[in-house]
Structures are given as structure tokens and as C-alpha cells.
């Protein structure tokens, strides 16, 4: 059995967390792209700017959910019983119960951690993001400038331009792939 547990943040100020039973787990990582089901190796990778997306049974029809994270982890282990009171302190007293007493048991662990989560979904907005990248790129271009006038900047002054570099790419990247997953109307 299959066990997925997904954590991020959505923005600055919220944070989400899922724990579900998928029957399978999508993910574009640093090295690749990866599926997983039961019985999967164990696995440690890095999602930079990539997708993350899960299948599981609603009312024995197949639905997907997907996720852009901007950076994250994803760990895959096997025969570990996942721990409910780290995980989620809200899943149920049943669940936790069922899961300590060895009723239910998960030969697949898949744990997701990332920053700057966004689930997309038909109607998920553009509009926020857009004005995030017109925002970086204001102050890109005003970094750009102040570095200019420097005549040796230090590595310091280098990294806060590289650090907007990447964030606009990672908007850039969140717009692609909203684009792409409307027009395949998931």
C-alpha cells in the first residue's frame, strides 16, 4: 500500500499539508521524472521549478492532483510505518490506531516538502503570479543597475542578484506550467 504525504508552503503566510492514499505518485525532479507505486525503491531527490502529481480513487472514479513546487524534497522509503502524530496531528484517532496496531501498514512512504507550493487547477489565477513577476523584475532591473555602478561588487551584492534571477525564473516556469495544464484541461 501507498502512502503520500505532502507539505509546502502556499505563499509567505499559509501552508498546506496532505496525507493520502494515492495508487500512484508523478514527480519531475532534479535528475528526472520518476513514478511511483507500490513497492518502490527507496529514493532521495530535489524538485526545483518541476511538478508533483498524485492519482487516487474518489468514489472508485480515478482523479489527479497536481502541485508546482518552486524547490522541495522528495523521499521515498520502504517498510517504514509512517508515523501520524508527526505527520499530521489531525488525522484521525482511527487512522492512527489502525496504523499502530499494524491493521494497515504502507510498504511505500512518500513524504514531499517543498517552498512555494501551488496547486493548479482549472481555475487557479494567473494574475498574482504575473504581478510577482513584474515586481521581480523591477527590482532585477534595479539591482542590475546598482551593480553596474559598482566597480568591484562583492560576492554578496552578486548572490542578491542571482537569488532574483532564479525567483523570476521559477514565476516564469509556474506560468508554463499553468498554461500547459489548462490547455490539457486536467
Known sequence: MLKLYIAG???????????VDPIKVNAGL???SIEVLDKHYDLLGNISNNIVEYTFLKENKPEI???????????I???NVVNLNLLMPNTTLLEKQAVATGEKKYDTTVLVYGNNMVELTQTVSEEPILKEIERVK???DKETEVLIKIEKPTSQQKAKKTLLEEELYSFQ????????YKKRGK
Open 65 to 75: 492532483r497536481t502541485f508546482f513546487f518552486r524547490t522541495g524534497i522528495f523521499w
Open 9 to 19: 508552503n502556499l505563499g509567505a503566510t499559509t501552508s498546506e499539508s496532505i496525507l
Open 77 to 79: 522509503g520502504n517498510k
Open 173 to 180: 516556469q509556474l506560468i508554463l506550467f499553468m498554461k500547459d
Open 30 to 32: 532534479t535528475t528526472g
Open 138 to 140: 523591477q527590482a532585477l
